[in-house]
């Protein structure tokens, strides 16, 4: 099965990764905003290198990163939450990559779990102070 992806954004021109915080929508309680916290700062981190990693990635292995992303993540996510020895730096690996793959190949970037990415300048990015948009989506 073939699946036709947007145009790798490396090919035209030079990638300009944008990987910033944003608040909370909500008032989390004391646990959820440790928890909200430690991730952010993971994502900070973690972000830009994997969107650097997949937007060198050739095209066939899209599809195969997006599998491996979905099946560690769905499978293993809760270690994220409540770390264990075996499964959590593949958890968190495989979350980046995904997110890094979704900032890639979706039109003005993602919002979630306490960060903003991006891989080019577009209109309402939380990265610009001017921007109304500084809070992160709702699931």
């Given at each position: 099965m073939t699946r036709s992806h947007p145009p790798h954004p490396t090919r035209k021109a030079e990638l300009a990764v944008t990987v910033v915080s944003v608040p909370a929508p909500a008032r989390l309680s004391e646990k959820e905003q440790i928890f909200r916290d430690g991730l952010t700062e993971h994502l900070l981190f973690a972000l830009p290198v994997a969107m650097l990693e997949v937007s060198?990635?050739?095209?066939?292995?899209?599809?195969?990163?997006?599998?491996?992303?979905?099946?560690?993540?769905?499978?293993?996510?809760?270690?994220?939450?409540?770390?264990?020895?075996?499964?959590?730096?593949?958890?968190?690996?495989?979350?980046?990559?995904?997110?890094?793959?979704?900032?890639?190949?979706?039109?003005?970037?993602?919002?979630?779990?306490?960060?903003?990415?991006?891989?080019a300048p577009h209109d309402d990015c939380p990265a610009d102070a001017s921007s109304s948009n500084q809070t992160e989506s709702t699931p």
């Open positions: 060198r990635m050739p095209p066939r292995a899209l599809d195969s990163l997006r599998m491996n992303a979905a099946v560690a993540i769905g499978g293993r996510g809760d270690v994220l939450q409540f770390p264990s020895k075996k499964h959590t730096a593949e958890a968190g690996q495989q979350l980046g990559l995904g997110l890094a793959y979704l900032a890639l190949m979706t039109p003005g970037g993602i919002t979630k779990f306490g960060v903003h990415a991006c891989a």
